[in-house]
């Protein structure tokens, strides 16, 4: 089975959806991520699929031009100061233009009141035919593969899932024989970054172990095989029919290649690590 790849937002982030979709689709990507659902970062460009028609409908067109399917939309948090009502639109519209995944995170280190945020997206967005990934994230509410796990069986939703990155499950100290215990139904799809070690734990230094673990995970990740994340493991320890979006951004390479040529990079050098190591 030839494996799928996608091109996730973060990788060529503010890129308008529509030149997204075009670059995904010169650059040999099997489908592409979007982020409708804003984070609202300082000079990020929010793209709201349903609140503009115009946008919808250009969306909507560039995907059956090029024949790209949409995988998932970004990002469905859990955070107390954020209404989690207000991601339904975003998923009727996503479910509209074919979409099959949401990704989500967890901000919060209130298990209670995290399981319950979380349990109401997963239904909200079953009612589309979505599935609800909630991502580890080792400075955030969710830490590690455990907790999603955990997380996961708490809920109860058969369309809840963790979404397995290859660069945070390995600064949160994953290791590939945890995942090859893992059962493959708490998998959906992965995404695929390398990168440098992460940071020493020591608890006096945590703010500052975030703050770089964040640097890095915004704007430097690197190609598969540039890094020391056990990726090879990794992919080869969940099942393989498990696409995976490629989320690899790395401001220093964008700027060198551009969008799209940061995005062709990044299939190329994932392929030729897969080939390499037979994934």
Same mark, same amino acid.
């Given at each position: 089975m030839a494996r799928k790849f996608s091109l996730a937002y973060l990788t060529i982030p503010g890129t308008d959806p529509v030149e997204q979709i075009r670059i995904a689709r010169s650059c040999g990507y099997d489908s592409v991520s979007l982020r409708t659902i804003p984070m609202h970062l300082p000079g990020e460009p929010e793209f709201l699929l349903h609140q503009d028609a115009d946008l919808f409908r250009a969306v909507q067109e560039a995907l059956e031009e090029y024949g790209m399917p949409l995988l998932d939309i970004e990002l469905a948090r859990v955070r107390p100061d954020l209404d989690i009502e207000e991601y339904e639109p975003a998923f009727e519209a996503a479910a509209r233009l074919g979409a099959t995944?949401?990704?989500?995170?967890?901000?919060?280190?209130?298990?209670?009141?995290? =399981?319950?945020?979380?349990?109401?997206?997963?239904?909200?967005?079953?009612?589309?035919?979505?599935?609800?990934?909630?991502e580890p994230l080792p400075w955030a509410g969710v830490r590690n593969l455990q907790e999603g796990v955990t997380l996961v069986d708490a809920v109860g939703a058969d369309n809840l899932?963790?979404?397995? &990155?290859?660069?945070?499950?390995?600064?949160?100290?994953?290791?590939?024989?945890?995942? +090859?215990?893992?059962?493959?139904?708490?998998?959906?799809?992965?995404?695929? *970054?390398?990168?440098? *070690?992460?940071? &020493?734990?020591?608890?006096?230094?945590?703010?500052?172990?975030?703050?770089?673990? %964040?640097? =890095?995970?915004?704007?430097?990740?690197?190609?598969?095989?540039?890094? %020391?994340? &056990?990726?090879?493991g990794f992919i080869g320890a969940m099942p393989r029919e498990l696409p995976v979006s490629?989320?690899?951004?790395?401001?220093?390479?964008?700027?060198?290649?551009? +969008?799209?040529?940061?995005?062709?990079r990044c299939l190329e050098t994932a392929k030729a690590y897969f080939q390499r190591h037979s994934l």
């Open positions: 995944d949401v990704l989500g995170s967890v901000w919060t280190r209130d298990r209670s009141y995290y =399981t319950q945020q979380v349990g109401r997206i997963a239904e909200m967005a079953g009612q589309y035919g979505l599935s609800y990934n909630v899932y963790v979404m397995v &990155d290859t660069l945070h499950i390995g600064r949160a100290g994953v290791t590939a024989e945890e995942l +090859a215990r893992t059962d493959g139904k708490y998998f959906h799809f992965i995404h695929l *970054a390398d990168g440098p *070690a992460g940071p &020493d734990g020591d608890p006096v230094l945590d703010n500052i172990r975030d703050e770089l673990m %964040v640097h =890095t995970a915004r704007e430097g990740r690197l190609y598969p095989g540039e890094g %020391v994340m &056990d990726i090879a490629i989320e690899l951004p790395n401001l220093k390479r964008l700027e060198e290649l551009g +969008a799209e040529g940061h995005a062709r």
